[in-house]
């Protein structure tokens, strides 16, 4: 018995408030009390109101809360509810977060974490079980493709969960910038109506209104051959990049390069000779857009490392090598130079598909998607991992939608040259080399040769961020998990697991994905991998579009004409003829732009503001986390300002605290 300070705290949306009325108990140990609230909540507002309870409430363990409404169900909002007991008690916090909407009961548990127990009497554990049934009913899986991961049960985004789509004003900003980029698209074909289109510097026209200062210095450089090097260490994509342990069997060496094989084998032997493959792409069935048909190569590419740590290429294989066709032709550095940037176009063309579908939205956007899923379906918002999880794996659309931003579709009005139904055989493809190892930084860059590579600026960013990550998820699980047995005998956490690897990654066990933790550590490497991929890879992935992509020669979405076969026969009018014509490079320019630009309501990782955790020991680890986060911000930056050419994605301040594009 006695006097109760309530306070309501409603998110700061757009629509976050209502005009409806909302009801609130408190429950306690020993019993509880409705309220007599006369609650209209405001947004971005905390509200405070005080009541004396007759009836001793024992300690706080719920809230309940319930939104009645007469014509309109005007939903509401809730960050957050504390509640002050009488007398010493201590403030009770109820982080909420969520929709209340419709007339239904809305039961929000007391903050602290807590593992599952095996007590069925136990409040917390009932509340658990019918959260977690209700979730699973709700939350359901789809196959969007077969052989894809499964997906949210939706086919847009306005079929998702409530609490799964963007907020109002990210909705708008998003469809506003839409229609400004198909503005500036329409402008710039006017412009060019009467213009001629035959030679490179004509791609000027085109090349104004959203870019960046690093998209200006690739427009200026884009044809060297250093900075061709480059991107396969730090440019939009720099997954594919390997060191070289032999000479590849696929690479044909006609006689006639004697020279160039004795080159290659010396810097074989140096440990400086790397490649980049792009044999997945071999056999997909280009698209025809609108009606013109397009092509695609599958490249190989030699590159050495100089003494100053600069990736040259030295030769360039356009097609794999066919036994019913004669060997593949080799450019090199020394062909007409419109022979040897035409093959540096063929292999920019195809690292841009492989970048979208395999790296962006196979690997970071359809990952965290699983991961979100799972998170739902299998972990109570009481469990530790959940209120960890919760604001990185988050699916503001579904893989469909999230497909289709770069018009991949199977009716043909689209953009890449994989489009048209080829993106889904390459992405199957691709599952193949999903593996666990491919997802952790220090595994695929020991993997790949990368390590201790001066100029692989990604490579040395992403190790010191999983370094970082790594460091924060261990303080939290050594919180929650004393010892490998509390580990093993968690049924949610090892649930997730398994709903992870053996649903929403259709078994990818075989790929190295574990279905059971059975330690501290094995926890912590995979929810490092979880945070990571969903927050630092997708930055590393996504923010490089506008910069690498926007000058549409050096990244173009499709190909024209088949891959030359002759150097000699490269003239600018084949050149030309290849690249994107006006109408595409024109949205290539403006869905580079709105998917890579920096968004308003951006959101650092690790300054989250929603507060899950009520345990102190956790908030110090958080405070932890973001000292960690700041100390490398300011490393990079110092290294930045040594550099001509700034490596800036994986700076804290520019990863996003989730996939929210």
């Known amino acids: 018995m006695g006097r109760y300070r309530v306070r309501v705290a409603t998110g700061a949306w757009l629509y976050s408030g209502s005009h409806n009325r909302v009801g609130l108990w408190l429950v306690g140990t020993r019993g509880e009390a409705a309220l007599e609230l006369q609650l209209r909540p405001a947004r971005g507002e905390e509200e405070e109101f005080d009541f004396d309870v007759p009836e001793d409430l024992g300690t706080l363990q719920f809230v309940k809360l319930r939104k009645q409404h007469s014509l309109v169900d005007d939903a509401w909002f809730c960050d957050r509810i504390t509640v002050q007991g009488p007398g010493a008690c201590t403030k009770v916090a109820f982080p909420c977060y969520r929709w209340v909407q419709g007339e239904g009961i809305l039961t929000v548990p007391e903050g602290t974490a807590r593992l599952a127990e095996d007590n069925a009497l136990d409040a917390f554990q009932k509340h658990r079980e019918k959260e977690l049934k209700e979730r699973q009913q709700t939350y359901c899986w789809a196959t969007w493709k077969e052989g894809l991961p499964q997906t949210i049960a939706a086919d847009s985004k306005d079929d998702l969960p409530p609490n799964m789509r963007f907020h109002e004003e990210k909705r708008l900003d998003f469809e506003w910038t839409l229609k400004a980029g198909a503005l500036e698209m329409v402008l710039k074909r006017v412009y060019t109506l009467l213009r001629s289109w035959d030679h490179l510097e004509d791609f000027d026209q085109i090349f104004w209104g959203q870019k960046s200062t690093l998209a200006e210095m690739v427009h200026q450089s884009w044809q060297s051959d250093e900075l061709f090097g480059y991107q396969f260490l730090n440019g939009a994509n720099p997954m594919l990049l390997r060191r070289s342990t032999s000479l590849p069997s696929r690479l044909v060496l006609p006689s006639g390069t004697e020279e160039l094989e004795a080159q290659l084998e010396k810097e074989l032997q140096n440990g ?314 024109c949205l290539q320019m403006t869905i580079s732009w709105h998917l890579g630009r920096r968004q308003p309501d951006m959101v650092p990782l690790g300054h989250h503001k929603e507060k899950y955790f009520s345990d102190p020991k956790v908030t110090a680890m958080l405070s932890q986390f973001q000292t960690d986060l700041e100390n490398l911000e300011n490393e990079i930056s110092a290294r930045n300002e040594q550099l001509d050419l700034p490596y800036e994605y994986l700076k804290p301040s520019r990863i996003e605290n989730s996939i929210t594009i």
Not at 505 to 527: E, K, N, T, V
């Open 272 to 585: 400086s000779l790397f490649e980049a493959d792009f044999i997945l792409l071999d056999g997909i069935p280009a698209n025809v857009i609108r009606g013109e048909k397009q092509y695609l190569a599958a490249p190989l590419v030699m590159l050495k490392m100089d003494c100053k740590g600069k990736l040259l290429p030295m030769v360039i294989q356009i097609q794999p090598p066919d036994s019913r066709s004669p060997p593949p032709t080799l450019f090199l550095p020394s062909d007409p130079p419109l022979a040897w940037l035409l093959a540096k176009i063929w292999v920019r063309n195809s690292d841009f598909q492989l970048q979208e579908l395999q790296f962006h939205l196979l690997n970071t956007h359809l990952v965290a998607e699983v991961i979100a899923v799972a998170t739902m379906r299998c972990l109570s918002e009481l469990h530790p991992i959940f209120k960890v999880q919760t604001k990185v794996s988050h699916v503001p659309q579904t893989a469909k939608y999230t497909a289709t931003t770069w018009g991949i579709r199977e009716d043909g009005i689209n953009t890449l040259n994989t489009g048209g139904g080829g993106h889904v055989q390459l992405l199957r493809r691709a599952m193949t080399q999903l593996t666990y190892r491919s997802l952790c930084p220090p595994d695929d860059l020991a993997d790949r040769g990368l390590l201790g590579i001066p100029s692989a600026l990604y490579a040395q960013d992403a190790l010191r961020l999983w370094k970082v990550i790594a460091r924060y998820v261990e303080g939290i699980v050594h919180i929650f998990y004393q010892s490998d047995d509390v580990v093993k005998g968690d049924p949610e956490l090892q649930a997730w697991c398994r709903e992870i690897t053996e649903v929403g990654l259709c078994q990818a066990q075989d790929r190295g994905f574990p279905i059971f933790f059975q330690s501290q550590a094995q926890l912590c490497h995979f929810l490092t991998m979880c945070i990571f991929t969903c927050t630092a890879q997708h930055a590393a992935i996504n923010q490089g579009q506008l910069d690498w992509y926007a000058w549409v020669p050096n990244a173009p979405c499709t190909m024209r004409m088949p891959p030359p076969t002759n150097k000699e026969d490269v003239t600018m009018a084949m050149v030309m003829g290849s690249l994107p014509d006006v109408q595409k490079s």
